[in-house]
């Protein structure tokens, strides 16, 4: 074989090899984009389920504050009505 049929064989190794190269480092950096947009949906995912829990945590202990004030004021009636029954049966009695 000829000098210029070896250079030309290698040129063509050459240009081979790069362009395997060029295809891996770019299908390599097609996955780690996908991962690292997939990561970032995750995060956002998190951070909007993480403030929904704490928005149905602060409703509930709202609503259960809310309950027991309820009940406080619904005992006070009640011990009111109890006085004003036995009131009323006292006075029946005389």
């Known amino acids: 074989m000829s000098d210029q049929a070896w250079i030309g064989l290698f040129v063509g190794l050459i240009t081979i ?3 395997a190269a060029t295809f891996w480092l770019a ?3 097609s996955h780690e984009q996908a991962e690292t ?4 949906v995750d995060a956002a995912a ?6 929904i ?3 149905t945590i602060k409703t509930l202990s709202d609503e259960i504050a809310r309950l027991r004030q309820e009940i406080k004021d ?4 009640l011990m009111s009505s109890r006085t004003d029954i036995t ?3 006292s006075c029946s009695r005389q």
């Open 87 to 89: 009131q009323l049966a």
């Open 27 to 29: 299908t390599r950096a």
């Open 17 to 19: 090899v790069i362009g």
């Open 37 to 40: 947009g997939t990561r970032a």
């Open 53 to 55: 829990y704490e928005g």
């Open 74 to 77: 619904l005992r006070a009636e």
């Open 46 to 51: 998190y951070t909007r389920a993480a403030e």
